[in-house]
């Protein structure tokens, strides 16, 4: 089969822009110009170099594309329309709510892997797609399209590096320098030199062509693809709206679509008069060689040997993590793992020294680790990116946007709350468990021994979707036995009697300090009901609900966490409709260096605390009317 | 006053170290090994570079210094110590929860300008200093230490572009290059020269020096001194815990301390017989040679004009954000701003064009973006970085550090929430309230109309501390008058009447949803009140409690958010001890592209949906005893 000449290349990328100007028009918003800047590179890509299957898009030895620059959206639809994917007309559905083809690009559609449009991400997800091929022993190769604007996101940078590291020679990107960002002329403009002497410092093999030259961008894709034991990146001087009069190269016409009719007409036939006919058939893409399926994943909640921790015994969650690392990697090799230069802190060194081929280091760029795992998730591998949780709020926006991809990445966070002591604020993270209950499809797991544990990673690595396992520093006595289940949804009560005055709803850490304020409230007299809430989305509302129907409508919740979005709030929004009172225990100022214990009191989510906040509101139901009494429950 | 010989200097040196040793063994837990690999290049910088007042270290034109390797802590106060902040046997009390000298460095601290201990973030603090310098005319210089291992952190790179790109030739950087990571060694290992490549590449006169050697120090100090139009990057080779044989240069030793006692006091004897006897006198550091104050600052909700917009005028809140940037810029000039080339939507361009000595652009790198103005905060600016809110989320961590620092940053987000429409969710922050009330000290602000923007901007440049101004991207009608007065903690109660059955809380575009379900429920002969609530934190408490027993506690709240952290987790935490019903409407899956007034319906946030949570709370209320009468009211 014959490469396609560069006529009808040429041809193809005019037939992408006449897409994106038309789909953008009828839309009546859109970034047409970024498209036209990159079209002949989308078309060498698509038509020339690239092999998959346009019916196929997810064959797992295909070569991958990300449009970093993901507001070149309408060009990566037209180019997939251009290929046979769908219907060249259903490009004019572009932005329409009953259509797949949205604003950004999102894995809605088939053959997007990863959402993109939150700018400066592409290329960490192009690290994770490029280290797959190697995890799955395929030459496929990923190509990344960059623009010049984001490029001075510094998640790219940090992905430049692991990608050096990793020795990535099956990762391509393309850096289109068109000169202009959204609001002005970019910090360097057209100068590639700029960009080429970056990459290279960074240990890149860097190419500067002519963007719009089909002739230079084979000769660049070749080379890359000559190119061992190294990335590498094209840098393209581009023309942003190539091809319009009246856009190309012009400022201020960011986001902004033509309007329909005269203008975009004239646009359309200025284009179309670029189209140089040819008798030469359309160009057939090459599929993958070979095709080799992964098979089913298995139940890890079944095939997870039983935990070995005897009752009593004093064990970290965060080590309990590492051990549960390693179990899950011997069942499939699907497990795979990543660090940022904490490995001995999370104790994912246990599954590096057990798996060293699928442990990933990043070194300390935690954007480059969740980015990483994105792409490794969308092709099938089950990631546990893991660090101090405090860090993984440096990949907040990767976190976002791996839930609007809806990824099967396993996030671990260790040193939560203020129980890691003298470290300081700097190292608590205390707003973790808001940041992941913020990603509407995301299971959150707080484990509080050994035991759960392990059962809440065999649970993370089954469940499809954004996981959060949140692990602790201090070492905490195991509680559960082997015969106990943990599901999502789920919880534990702890300590229950008919005479419960109150139900305390902890988790993690906090969950030993509700046993204690139990016995100490005991002695007083008071019984309260202890609930494990271990599953902190989605939480057991039915459990809850009945807790507080069961103890006078009474809930206190007490966490290692600012009082915002976490499980205090978790448990309120379950309960709403009950007339409940919720009084929320959390950290709720900006906490110092001490002994753990000091601070759990200082903080008030101590024994000591809880036990207050139960005396209260006992005395206060006491002093009149339960504030619930079934009799008058809104559903009863 | 002769500058110290390099043999008292050294002597100095050691003196850091010891204290370094001496300090930690104390505490039991830090990082003596990283305290000592930069002892020699603190020691150059205090003792022989520097201009600064120890007694009064918030002197406005004393040189500043940045550890951005925070974890070096015991070195810093070391330092200071020796300097003559505060006796020297104080450093014993590292980590101790009495003391201010925490296990990483706080502004609690008189002579720490920006928390550090979160890596990869003092540069882009440092190019603020830098910045605000030139702001007020000063010849103060700024100093970050970095570590080589957080020099993985792409914000590094993000900040080595913003200094470039404003030729900051006052800003000077080390990068200490002691080879090891916290897990293992670091990617480049003692290969300084991967180093320099990297930062000449970015623009940066770069010199590779012995990190050890006293004299070449001092000799690249002043080499950096002397360069012009850019900023110099000093990369230091040295070893991790030299002059102590038992972890000089030896893996396995970060963040541990020696045991107190034998190892303890070997290493102190081998430090000590390192000290070269001088009868030289101790160095007198020099003082800056002026001082310039500020003065004051005014109060800005009485100086800002009276608004305006006329009531029913459609503008939207990011256009009144633009317009009262301005307005607050002509009455201070330490009211800056930031952008992260997205002026044109944020309308920031307007301060811009008014002031564009006080605008700075930092391209798309929205981690440097916040960064850049937490230095300017700390030194006396009130800077206004803003961008799309859910690209704040880039610099989640850094929001979480500034507010650790509780600085004075002012951030806006603007296009909130779906009501963006057709760009689809990668540009919709739903996520960005949690985010925000996330930080114990923010004040959290969202305003729904022009006037009420105006107001509330003079509100935030008033308050001291972090605050949030959540913006719109739709335009809105003007519903509140120059007779309106907006305070933190206030709400505006819209609608009311003696029969309201439910109080509906909104706030933002969610605030004329309120009114149209209002109008439609009218119609029905349901009456509810409609609040405001502009002040989403601190929210108002004593208004929401009396709104709730005046409608039979039943509440309804609103918000273009996702349902966790925002608006009615705020609501129902500020009413937990009343026993109401809290029915939070918010957006609770991933959004499509689509037109806002759609977006807003199909995922349950419009007049509509409300009015559907409302009814069904009014059949429920019907159906059973109220949920709340006053009589037997808890707190009555």
Same mark, same amino acid.
């Given at each position: 089969?014959?490469?396609?000449?560069?006529?009808?290349?040429?041809?193809?990328?005019?037939?992408?822009?006449?897409?994106?100007?038309?789909?953008?028009?009828?839309?009546?918003?859109?970034?047409?110009?970024?498209?036209?800047?990159?079209?002949?590179?989308?078309?060498?890509?698509?038509?020339?170099?690239?092999?998959?299957?346009?019916?196929?898009?997810?064959?797992?030895?295909?070569?991958?594309?990300?449009?970093?620059? /993901? +507001?070149?959206?309408?060009?990566?639809?037209? @180019?997939? &329309? %251009? *290929?046979? !994917?769908?219907?060249?007309?259903?490009? $004019?559905?572009?932005?329409?709510?009953?259509?797949?083809?949205?604003?950004?690009?999102?894995?809605?559609?088939?053959?997007?892997?990863?959402?993109?449009?939150?700018?400066?991400?592409?290329?960490?997800?192009?690290?994770?797609?490029?280290?797959?091929?190697?995890?799955?022993?395929?030459?496929?190769?990923?190509?990344?399209?960059?623009?010049?604007?984001?490029?001075?996101?510094?998640?790219?940078?940090?992905?430049?590096?692991?990608?050096?590291?990793?020795?990535?020679?099956?990762?391509?990107?393309?850096?289109?320098?068109?000169?202009?960002?959204?609001?002005?002329?970019?910090?360097?403009?057209?100068?590639?030199?700029?960009?080429?002497?970056?990459?290279?410092?960074?240990?890149?093999?860097?190419?500067?062509?002519? /963007? +719009?030259?089909?002739?230079?961008?084979?000769? @660049?894709? &070749? %080379? *890359?693809? !000559?190119?061992?034991?190294?990335?590498? $990146?094209?840098?393209?001087?581009?023309?942003?709206?190539?091809?319009?009069?009246?856009?190309?190269?012009?400022?201020?016409?960011?986001?902004?679509?033509?309007?329909?009719?005269?203008?975009?007409?004239?646009?359309?036939?200025?284009?179309?008069?670029?189209?140089?006919?040819?008798?030469?058939?359309?160009?057939?893409?090459?599929?993958?060689?070979?095709?080799?399926?992964?098979?089913?994943?298995?139940?890890?909640?079944?095939?997870?040997?039983?935990?070995?921790?005897?009752?009593?015994?004093?064990?970290?969650?965060?080590?309990?993590?590492?051990?549960?690392?390693?179990?899950?990697?011997?069942?499939?090799?699907?497990?795979?793992?990543?660090?940022?230069?904490?490995?001995?802190?999370?104790?994912?060194?246990?599954?590096?020294?057990?798996?060293?081929?699928?442990?990933?280091?990043?070194?300390? *760029?935690?954007?480059?680790?969740?980015?990483?795992? $994105?792409?490794?998730?969308?092709?099938?591998?089950?990631?546990?990116?893991?660090?101090?949780?405090?860090?993984?709020?440096?990949?907040?926006?990767?976190?976002?946007?791996?839930?609007?991809?809806?990824?099967?990445?396993?996030?671990?966070?260790?040193?939560?709350?203020?129980?890691?002591?003298?470290?300081?604020?700097?190292?608590?993270?205390?707003?973790?468990?808001?940041?992941?209950?913020?990603?509407?499809?995301?299971?959150?797991?707080?484990?509080?021994?050994?035991?759960?544990?392990?059962?809440?990673?065999?649970?993370?690595?089954?469940?499809?979707?954004?996981?959060?396992?949140?692990?602790?520093?201090?070492?905490?006595?195991?509680?559960?036995?082997?015969?106990?289940?943990?599901?999502?949804?789920?919880?534990?009560?702890?300590?229950?009697?008919?005479?419960?005055?109150?139900?305390?709803? *902890?988790?993690?850490?906090?969950?030993?300090?509700?046993?204690?304020?139990?016995?100490?409230?005991?002695?007083?007299?008071?019984?309260?009901?202890?609930?494990?809430?271990?599953?902190?989305?989605?939480?057991?509302?039915?459990?809850?609900?009945?807790?507080?129907?069961?103890?006078?409508?009474?809930?206190?919740?007490?966490?290692?966490?600012?009082?915002?979005?976490?499980?205090?709030?978790?448990?309120?929004?379950?309960?709403?409709?009950?007339?409940?009172?919720?009084?929320?225990?959390?950290?709720?100022?900006?906490?110092?260096?001490?002994?753990?214990?000091?601070?759990?009191?200082?903080?008030?989510?101590?024994?000591?605390?809880?036990?207050?906040?139960?005396?209260?509101?006992?005395?206060?139901?006491?002093?009149?009317?339960?504030?619930?009494?079934?009799?008058?429950?809104?559903?009863?």
């Amino acid at each position: 089969m014959p490469a396609p000449s560069t006529t009808a290349l040429r041809n193809l990328a005019t037939q992408l822009r006449i897409d994106s100007v038309r789909s953008t028009s009828e839309a009546g918003s859109g970034h047409p110009t970024t498209c036209l800047s990159a079209a002949d590179i989308v078309a060498a890509l698509f038509f020339a170099e690239m092999r998959f299957d346009p019916h196929d898009p997810q064959h797992p030895e295909a070569d991958r594309f990300v449009l970093s620059k /993901g +507001h070149g959206a309408p060009l990566l639809y037209a @180019a997939w &329309a %251009a *290929a046979g !994917a769908f219907p060249r007309e259903d490009v $004019m559905n572009l932005r329409k709510i009953t259509s797949d083809l949205e604003g950004h690009p999102t894995p809605r559609l088939p053959f997007v892997d990863v959402a993109t449009g939150s700018l400066g991400q592409g290329l960490c997800a192009g690290v994770g797609l490029a280290l797959n091929a190697r995890r799955i022993g395929s030459d496929y190769r990923t190509y990344v399209l960059l623009g010049d604007g984001e490029s001075a996101e510094g998640a790219n940078w940090e992905a430049a590096n692991v990608a050096t590291f990793h020795k990535l020679d099956n990762l391509c990107a393309i850096t289109d320098v068109n000169g202009f960002g959204q609001s002005r002329a970019t910090q360097f403009d057209h100068h590639v030199d700029e960009f080429v002497r970056r990459w290279e410092a960074f240990g890149w093999h860097a190419i500067a062509i002519d /963007g +719009h030259d089909i002739g230079a961008i084979l000769k @660049a894709l &070749a %080379a *890359a693809r !000559a190119t061992h034991g190294r990335p590498t $990146m094209i840098v393209a001087h581009t023309l942003k709206g190539k091809g319009v009069s009246i856009f190309e190269n012009k400022d201020g016409w960011h986001g902004k679509p033509l309007k329909k009719g005269a203008e975009t007409d004239q646009a359309i036939a200025e284009l179309e008069r670029a189209t140089v006919p040819t008798s030469e058939p359309a160009p057939v893409i090459p599929k993958p060689a070979r095709r080799q399926d992964e098979g089913a994943l298995p139940d890890f909640t079944t095939a997870l040997p039983a935990p070995a921790y005897k009752a009593g015994e004093m064990v970290a969650t965060r080590e309990a993590y590492g051990a549960a690392l390693v179990a899950l990697g011997a069942i499939d090799r699907r497990i795979v793992a990543l660090d940022a230069d904490v490995k001995n802190s999370t104790y994912s060194e246990k599954f590096e020294k057990a798996y060293p081929d699928r442990f990933y280091q990043t070194f300390i *760029a935690e954007q480059a680790m969740i980015g990483t795992a $994105m792409g490794l998730a969308s092709r099938g591998a089950i990631p546990f990116p893991s660090s101090f949780a405090c860090f993984l709020e440096r990949g907040s926006d990767f976190i976002r946007m791996a839930g609007i991809s809806m990824l099967n990445v396993k996030l671990a966070g260790s040193h939560a709350g203020v129980s890691i002591g003298e470290d300081g604020p700097s190292q608590m993270a205390l707003e973790d468990l808001a940041m992941m209950r913020g990603v509407p499809n995301a299971t959150v797991l707080y484990p509080c021994d050994g035991v759960s544990t392990e059962r809440l990673m065999a649970l993370a690595a089954s469940t499809s979707g954004p996981v959060y396992v949140r692990i602790t520093r201090p070492k905490t006595p195991v509680i559960y036995t082997t015969s106990d289940r943990f599901v999502a949804g789920g919880s534990k009560t702890l300590r229950q009697s008919n005479d419960d005055a109150v139900t305390v709803v *902890a988790a993690g850490i906090t969950v030993f300090e509700a046993l204690r304020a139990h016995e100490q409230l005991q002695r007083e007299g008071i019984a309260i009901r202890v609930i494990d809430a271990y599953s902190i989305q989605p939480i057991d509302q039915a459990g809850l609900v009945a807790a507080g129907r069961a103890t006078n409508g009474c809930i206190v919740t007490v966490e290692d966490h600012y009082a915002h979005g976490g499980l205090g709030d978790g448990v309120a929004e379950a309960v709403w409709d009950q007339g409940f009172v919720v009084r929320r225990l959390a950290v709720r100022e900006i906490p110092r260096s001490g002994p753990s214990e000091e601070l759990l009191d200082r903080y008030g989510i101590s024994a000591r605390a809880i036990a207050d906040a139960v005396r209260a509101l006992v005395a206060r139901t006491h002093n009149q009317e339960v504030v619930m009494s079934p009799g008058r429950h809104p559903n009863s």
